[in-house]
C-alpha cells in the first residue's frame, strides 16, 4: 500500500509540474505563432521624416494587448505593443480594445455566433479569475483592470484617459516635452454586454470609452460584417447607440455589417469612427467596407482607422504599402477623415512593431502628402474625434 501511495504521489507530483510547465509556456508559444513580427532590415527614417515624426500627436485606435498574458510595462520578444516599444515609436494614445469572444476558424465571409469560443480556453490557460471564464463581461472588466493596474505602477509611462480632462492634461504634458502614453480603453464587440443595457454602467466605470458593436458574429444588436444575417441593427442595438451617444462614448462600427452601419448613421449625429480597417477602394475584400459606406462614416466627422496586416491591404503590410492605401484614403474621403488603426496583437502578422513608426512617417512624407496632412493622419483626426465624444 505505501508503494502504491508513493507512486500516486509521484505521479500527481508529475501532473502538477506538466500542467505548471504548460501554463508556462504555451499561452507565450500561442501569442508568438499569432502576432508575428515580419524579420526584416531597418526602413530608412530620413532626417527630415524624423523630425516631423518628433512633433506628431500619434495616436492608434486598435490593438488587442490586453488578451495575451505579458506584462506591457516591460519590452518583450514577441506580440506588437508594450510601454517601451510605443515611447520608443513616439505614440502619444493607444487605444486598447478587450476581445471577449472569438469563433474558431474565424473568417471574413461567414461565422456563426455558436462556434467554439477561441477566448475561453484562453481565458482559463492564461489564468485570468474564474468570473471571466464564463462571462464576457467580465472578460471586458478583466482587461480593464490589468491597464489600470499598469497605470498604477507606471504613472510616468502611462495614463488611463477617461475624459475630456484627462485627455486635455495628457497633451499638454506631451506638448512639453513629456512621453507617457495616454491609454484609452474599449470593447471589440457589444456582446460584451450580454444582453444587458444596464451593464453598460459597468463597462463605464471599468474605464471603457471606444464601443464597437460588433466582432467576427452576430449578436444581440444586428448583424456582422462577417456573420450570417446580414440584418441592421436590432431594437436591442438601437438602444445601445443612444447609451453610447448619451454617455460621451465612442462608436466603433468596425466589424459590424454595412447595415449597421447605415442605420447608425441615420439615427446619430454623432462622429463614428470604424477603428481598424483597409479602404475597398485599395484592397477590395469583405473585411473592408465598400467605399461608399466609409464615405458616409466620413460625413459623420468620423474617421477611418487604416491598419497594418496583409489581407485587408492586398499586398504585403510594409510602411510603403500602407502609405500608399493611406494615400487613396485620403483622396476617397479628405484628409480630416483618415487615422491609424494598427490592429497590433490582434492575432495578426505585421511587418513592423509599434516601435518602428518613424518608417511610416518617412513612408507618408515619401508617398508625397504634405505635413500638414501626415499630423491629421498620424492622430490629428484621432484627436478631433476624441475632443468632440467625450465628456
Not at 14 to 24: K, M, N, P, S
Not at 311 to 320: F, W, Y
Request: glycine content about 10%; overall charge negative.
Amino acid at each position: 500500500m505505501r508503494l502504491v501511495k508513493r507512486v500516486l504521489a509521484v505521479l500527481l507530483a508529475f501532473v502538477v509540474v506538466a500542467v505548471g510547465a504548460f501554463l508556462a509556456i504555451a499561452p507565450g508559444y500561442v501569442e508568438r505563432s499569432r502576432n508575428e513580427v515580419v524579420p526584416h532590415d531597418p526602413y530608412p527614417v530620413s532626417d527630415t521624416a524624423r523630425a516631423l515624426h518628433n512633433t506628431l500627436m500619434v495616436g492608434d485606435w486598435h490593438a488587442d494587448s490586453l488578451l495575451w498574458q505579458r506584462d506591457i510595462s516591460k519590452r518583450a520578444t514577441r506580440g506588437h505593443v508594450d510601454l517601451p516599444r510605443l515611447i520608443e515609436g513616439g505614440v502619444a494614445l493607444q487605444v486598447f480594445s478587450a476581445v471577449t469572444k472569438s469563433p474558431a476558424g474565424q473568417n471574413y465571409s461567414s461565422n456563426s455566433a455558436d462556434t467554439f469560443d477561441n477566448i475561453t480556453p484562453l481565458a482559463i490557460g492564461q489564468l485570468w479569475p474564474p468570473r471571466t471564464w464564463d462571462s464576457l463581461l467580465e472578460r471586458a472588466v478583466y482587461q480593464a483592470e490589468r491597464l489600470h493596474r499598469v497605470a498604477k505602477r507606471a504613472p510616468d509611462r502611462l495614463s488611463v484617459i477617461t475624459s475630456r480632462a484627462d485627455l486635455e492634461a495628457h497633451l499638454d504634458m506631451r506638448a512639453n516635452g513629456g512621453t507617457a502614453v495616454g491609454g484609452l480603453l474599449g470593447i471589440e464587440g457589444a456582446h460584451a454586454l450580454e444582453g444587458e443595457i444596464a451593464n453598460m454602467e459597468q463597462l463605464e466605470a471599468a474605464g471603457h470609452r471606444v464601443i464597437g458593436l460588433h466582432h467576427f458574429f452576430d449578436n444581440e444588436l444586428g448583424g456582422s460584417l462577417h456573420g450570417v444575417s446580414g440584418e441592421g441593427l436590432t431594437e436591442f442595438g438601437r438602444a445601445v447607440v443612444r447609451e453610447i451617444e448619451a454617455r460621451g462614448m465612442v462608436l466603433d462600427l468596425a466589424h459590424s455589417h454595412a447595415n449597421v452601419a447605415r442605420d447608425v448613421i441615420a439615427m446619430t449625429d454623432m462622429p463614428v469612427i470604424v477603428s481598424h480597417t483597409g479602404l475597398h477602394g485599395f484592397c477590395p475584400v469583405q473585411r473592408n467596407f465598400e467605399d461608399e459606406v466609409m464615405i458616409a462614416v466620413a460625413q459623420t466627422g468620423g474617421v477611418i482607422g487604416l491598419g497594418y496586416w496583409g489581407s485587408i491591404l492586398c499586398r504585403d503590410a510594409t510602411p510603403d504599402a500602407i502609405a500608399a492605401m493611406i494615400v487613396q484614403a485620403v483622396d476617397t474621403v479628405g484628409a480630416d477623415h483618415v487615422s491609424l488603426g494598427s490592429d497590433f496583437d490582434g492575432s495578426v502578422k505585421t511587418a513592423f512593431d509599434t516601435s518602428e513608426l518613424p518608417a511610416l512617417t518617412h513612408a507618408l512624407t515619401a508617398a508625397g502628402l504634405d505635413d500638414d496632412t501626415i499630423a491629421k493622419v498620424m492622430g490629428g483626426n484621432m484627436i478631433r474625434v476624441l475632443r468632440a465624444r467625450l465628456n
